[in-house]
């Protein structure tokens, strides 16, 4: 259950309301005006909350549950107890996340609600050629440079940097002690504490007597609707961009090198390392400490497995794994292979050669 002192619920709702909104069908006998209080997990929620199912694994979970409602596949409508209103959905879990932002709208970027007031706080440092917009938020702490541009509605948390010339849009939230440098951000984008935008990219000319460092003269931009997980980094372009595509879900913890180009609505997981100039289609997905070559291209809606090394390119669509990252299939086929050679299972015949 979400912790009140963190948490501000803005329920409740009929339950027809909920329906509706994500496009679920009630159960026949349900009562549309039933009341939901608030959402929780099958084995936490009580008579006045609404739980989902979505993994067959939490089955029998299910089957137990306290919950007064129940999103879920018409599939598992058996498994269900008795008294529970349930709500079929195709995809139960996206059902769910629209529920929940519903009932935590302030949890969802561009509420405000990470901020106890609006304005400019005593305690924040804002060069006088800063436009700020109405309605935005500039906690304690907080450096706002020169001819800086902030929308309405974004909060800048306690400790955040913000540096010359750069443009916020609205209803964005930068988290504390985040820094952003020669950049352009547009609307609605979260950037989680610690996060660093737009230093310089790894660029240097290597050889003797020394290494030559050239300067980075291009920018960090970063479109609409995007997330930046807590302590990662996107290093501004050499000349060209860095461009971080609409939509684009950054976890903890990722490195994205100088010039880099994602596409739209890109999943780029905890620990994944982007070399400079790489290019990502739309809707690619590269997981957790998955390793990306410089100057290749991953294309549209192409998947990367767990630490993947890619040193070529990516064809559209597909699923690549290992290391050096490879067909998924040709992958697996090789661990298979190497699992029975470690059981001996394909050692060479002991008989004598004539």
């Not at 009562?31 to 199912?53: Q, Y």
Request: with cysteine; aromatic share 6%; glycine share 14%.
């Amino acid at each position: 259950m979400a912790d009140k002192r963190f948490f501000a619920n803005s329920g409740p709702f009929p339950l027809g309301t909920i329906a509706e909104r994500v496009g679920a069908r009630l159960n026949e006998g349900v009562d549309p005006s039933f009341m939901v209080a608030d959402i929780a997990t099958l084995d936490a929620a009580g008579p006045s909350d609404l739980s989902f199912l979505d993994n067959p694994k939490y089955l029998e979970a299910f089957s137990k549950t306290r919950a007064g409602a129940c999103l879920l596949d018409a599939r598992h409508e058996a498994k269900a107890p008795a008294g529970v209103a349930l709500l079929f959905a195709k995809e139960p879990y996206r059902a769910y996340a629209k529920v929940a932002q519903l009932f935590y709208p302030q949890e969802v970027c561009g509420t405000g609600s990470y901020a106890d007031e609006t304005g400019v706080h005593p305690g924040a440092i804002t060069h006088p050629t800063a436009r700020i917009g109405e309605g935005a938020s500039i906690e304690p702490g907080a450096v706002i440079g020169a001819d800086v541009e902030i929308g309405a509605g974004t909060i800048v948390s306690a400790g955040a940097v913000v540096s010359r010339g750069c443009t916020i849009g609205r209803h964005c939230w930068i988290g504390a002690n985040v820094s952003i440098s020669h950049a352009h951000i547009g609307d609605r984008v979260m950037l989680h504490p610690g996060v660093r935008i737009g230093q310089d990219g790894f660029g240097f000319a290597m050889g003797l007597p020394r290494h030559e460092k050239v300067p980075q003269l291009g920018r960090v931009i970063i479109q609409d609707d995007v997330e930046v997980g807590a302590n990662s980094c996107i290093d501004r372009g050499a000349g060209p961009d860095t461009i971080i595509g609409e939509g684009t879900k950054i976890d903890n913890l990722v490195q994205i090198g100088h010039n880099v180009v994602t596409g739209r609505h890109c999943v780029i997981v905890a620990q994944t390392g982007i070399s400079g100039s790489a290019k990502l289609g739309d809707f690619v997905v590269l997981a957790a400490q998955v390793g990306v070559t410089g100057h290749l291209t991953i294309n549209t809606g192409a998947m990367i497995a767990a630490r993947g090394a890619v040193i070529q390119d990516v064809p559209a669509g597909q699923q690549y794994g290992g290391l050096p990252a490879k067909p998924i299939k040709e992958w697996r086929r090789e661990i298979v292979e190497l699992r029975k050679l470690g059981r001996g299972g394909n050692k060479p015949s002991s008989g004598s050669e004539s």
